[in-house]
């Protein structure tokens, strides 16, 4: 028989009326599953719960400087009493650290959290976004006088002005006069004959311990940093130590004022080399009295016999013309060559000009020569090797810095914070600490807020 | 207009992102808004399980929530995506975020078999029949099949004593097996029968039309022609138990993918909740 003639009833059997009673596999497993993993997950919150460990709840792995904070939620979500909310607040933040303010004319001032990241990963805090700095340096206001610089800066490479100190018609202010060309010649006259100088043997950071080739035996010493760094933080790395004559100068140029003396006078004030001169002089001339007789010849008139006549002077007739004569070399001569003087005709002694050597050139930036030293000097100094006049300004433009200090992977930094920084430290205060190690747990070095 | 909804978003995510001093954060209030969406959306798509086990309720037709489910809970893996800026940030906004794009992932696919395979089970497996009687279809058919073969071939003790060439109890000579059901009777036994049972552990060649095709009617020359209509009945019910199994396996493919997404976005839910409130505290 056809299966095409199959009668209704024996079609009617095929459906078994309780199928819907039985739920199949797949439906009875997905009920099953819809319970236990919404189950999972709650007892996975609660165990965290019961360990009173909050780290579930964390937006990101701290910066690697508060690490060890990663289980003390606490010490930054402070919660106020009454409320919900345990926010990170600027409170917080300064119970370890001073952040002080940028400047006293800014318009507003913003949270520490809304420059200094959190919960991002191992990052340093202080690597804030170019955003951070130019939300205000984009289109800056002031809540004083109009501020002097300029008013939009973008980013460093293409959206920053010319650096102030080599602008067109920037000079230096130096009155010091110092030809570079010459000093870097390669016969150049030394104490014990030709010399070739290197640039660093006049310009190094205080922490190089080599002492100074042409000047005094003792390492460079003075320390001039930045305001803009903390104090903690300053190494003696970053800024050349200034020009000294003593350290610097001093074993080509010497300040020899008489045959008599193998010494110098010092490289002092007019005042203070008169009076050493006086002293000099008074002090020799006693165990040389032969000295003060001094001859006294007369004119030379044509066709007349030269005679001679001596007198004798009195010691200080003899110390008052040597120490005229020292001083007309030295005023006339010895000064001059590197200072400016001012001889006022009815003055004794001459005015030095002040020699105005600017410590630190940029003054509103940082600058670390020590992570520079793996270049040539002149490659950033360049018309160093060429400059012949005090007056020219030998730090590197911008578009010098430019060539590594640009955006992309494979570039150096060239972030806003890399040069320059948001808090004013020489408004730092300090601060006390308000942590302990928590009991039994010292050798871990856990620590927790009080 | 969830296309719509997404650019507007976007636009606004970017000059956010690019504007932003401390970079976009699910706790500014752009970030919370975002988040307050891309949430409110999930919501709404969970509550698509709601309205079916409630299909009395009368909030809108079916259909609608579908469309709604499917769209906002696929605008839901953007905004949650500019909620976080991008970033899988802690532990459970890890595991939150792994869950959306699973979730969001198993609904593509779903949405995407639910599309497409309903046409080719349509096409390929034309005796469709409700899947939960499948077992009981396939078992009238063997008893069918059965019924038929004994017909032809007589009950098969009596085919087995023939083989063996015993006189079975009751009978008084001992049966012809070389009498012209016998292939029949062989083919049943070792092919047509398990294959309706689904007893092979290794792909038979009934599962195959053309080799089944074959197959039958290689039967047909060993069978005189008066077996023919049985073989062909045969065949039919052998094209039928293909058309069960094919349909088990859309069947599967169509409905599987919910033991994941269901689950888990129930997990979802509950887990997101938990971060709503956890990071409203911090």
Redesign the interface.
């Known amino acids: 028989?056809?299966?095409s003639r199959l009668s209704t009833k024996k079609l009617a059997?095929?459906?078994?009326m309780g199928?819907?009673k039985?739920p199949?596999p797949?439906r009875r497993?997905?009920s099953i599953?819809?319970i236990?993993?919404?189950l999972?997950?709650?007892i996975w919150?609660g165990w965290y719960a019961l360990a009173r460990n909050?780290?579930?709840?964390?937006?990101?792995?701290l910066s690697r400087s508060h690490a060890v904070l990663t289980q003390e939620?606490g010490a930054c979500?402070l919660k106020e009493s009454g409320s919900?909310?345990?926010?990170?607040s600027d409170h917080a933040c300064e119970s370890c650290h001073d952040g002080p303010i940028h400047h006293a004319n800014q318009t507003f001032q913003?949270n520490c959290?809304?420059?200094h990241?959190e919960?991002?990963g191992h990052l340093r805090l202080a690597a804030t976004?170019d955003?951070?700095c130019t939300?205000c340096h984009a289109d800056l206001h002031s809540n004083g006088p109009s501020p002097h610089f300029a008013h939009d800066i973008t980013r460093f490479d293409g959206g920053h002005p010319e650096f102030a100190a080599v602008r067109s018609g920037s000079s230096d202010p130096g009155t010091i006069k110092l030809n570079h060309a010459i000093h870097l010649r390669h016969d150049l006259k030394g104490p014990n004959g030709s010399v070739q100088l290197d640039c660093t043997d006049c310009h190094r950071t205080a922490a190089t311990k080599e002492s100074w080739k042409f000047g005094s035996t003792t390492p460079a010493s003075a320390q001039v940093e930045a305001k803009d760094i903390p104090p903690s933080k300053q190494t003696g790395r970053a800024n050349m130590v200034p020009i000294a004559y003593t350290k610097h100068c001093s074993a080509c140029h010497g300040l020899q004022f008489d045959p008599r003396f193998q010494e110098q006078v010092p490289h002092d004030t007019p005042a203070v080399i008169h009076a050493f001169l006086l002293q000099k002089f008074q002090q020799y001339i006693p165990s040389h009295p032969s000295e003060l007789r001094v001859a006294a010849p007369n004119r030379n008139l044509p066709q007349q016999p030269v005679t001679t006549t001596s007198r004798v002077l009195t010691a200080q007739e003899w110390v008052t013309l040597r120490v005229a004569e020292s001083e007309e070399l030295l005023w006339r001569k010895t000064c001059p060559q590197c200072h400016s003087l001012v001889l006022a005709p009815n003055a004794q002694l001459p005015l030095i000009t002040k020699s105005n050597i600017p410590p630190r050139w940029f003054t509103h930036a940082v600058f670390d020569h020590d992570a520079h030293k793996f270049l040539k000097c002149a490659e950033c100094h360049a018309a160093a090797t060429t400059s012949q006049a005090t007056a020219d300004v030998l730090l590197p433009g911008i578009q010098t810095c430019e060539k590594c200090h640009h955006r992309g992977a494979e570039s150096a930094e060239s972030r806003c914070f890399e040069c320059h920084t948001y808090h004013d430290w020489t408004k730092e205060k300090s601060v006390k600490g308000s942590f302990t190690f928590r009991a039994g747990a010292a050798s871990t070095g856990n620590a927790t807020a009080q | 207009m969830t296309l719509v909804s997404l650019g507007v978003a976007t636009a606004v995510y970017i000059i956010y992102a690019t504007?932003?001093?401390?970079?976009p954060?699910?706790?500014s209030s752009i970030g919370l808004a975002f988040g307050i969406i891309g949430s409110a959306c999930m919501i709404f798509a969970g509550l698509l399980g709601a309205r079916k086990k409630v299909p009395v309720w009368r909030l809108g037709r079916a259909q609608t929530w579908m469309r709604g489910h499917l769209w906002l809970g696929l605008l839901s893996l953007p905004l949650i995506c500019f909620h976080a800026g991008f970033?899988f940030?802690?532990?459970?906004?890890s595991v939150l975020m792994i869950l959306l794009i699973v979730v969001v992932a198993s609904g593509i696919f779903g949405a995407a078999l639910q599309h497409y395979m309903p046409s080719i089970v349509t096409d390929r497996v034309p005796m469709e029949?409700?899947?939960?009687?499948i077992g009981?279809?396939r078992a009238?058919l063997i008893a069918?099949a059965d019924e038929m073969v004994d017909a032809m071939c007589g009950p098969p003790s009596l085919e087995l004593a023939a083989v063996a060439k015993i006189m079975p109890v009751g009978a008084t000579t001992v049966p012809d097996a070389s009498g012209g059901t016998l292939p029949l009777r062989k083919f049943y036994s070792g092919e047509l029968r398990p294959f309706l049972r689904n007893e092979n552990k290794v792909s038979t060649p009934l599962a195959d039309e053309t080799k089944a095709a074959a197959m039958f009617d290689g039967l047909r020359t060993l069978l005189p022609g008066n077996m023919h209509?049985t073989i062909?009945?045969l065949e039919?019910?052998c094209e039928e138990e293909r058309q069960l199994r094919r349909q088990v396996t859309f069947h599967?493919w169509l409905?599987?993918w919910?033991?994941l997404h269901?689950?888990?976005s129930?997990?979802l839910l509950?887990?997101g909740f938990?971060?709503a409130i956890?990071?409203?505290?911090?």
């Open positions: 028989m056809p299966r059997q095929r459906i078994d199928y819907f039985r199949h797949f497993l997905r599953l819809s236990c993993l919404p999972l997950a709650l919150l909050n780290r579930v709840y964390s937006s990101g792995t939620c979500h919900f909310t345990a926010k990170a913003p959290s809304s420059c990241q919960h991002r976004a955003t951070s939300q | 504007r932003s001093a401390s970079g954060r699910g706790g970033r940030g802690g532990l459970l906004t029949t409700i899947f939960e009687q009981n279809i009238q069918e209509e062909g009945n039919q019910i599967h409905h599987g919910l033991i269901v689950p888990l129930l997990a509950l887990l938990a971060h956890m990071a409203l505290h911090y």
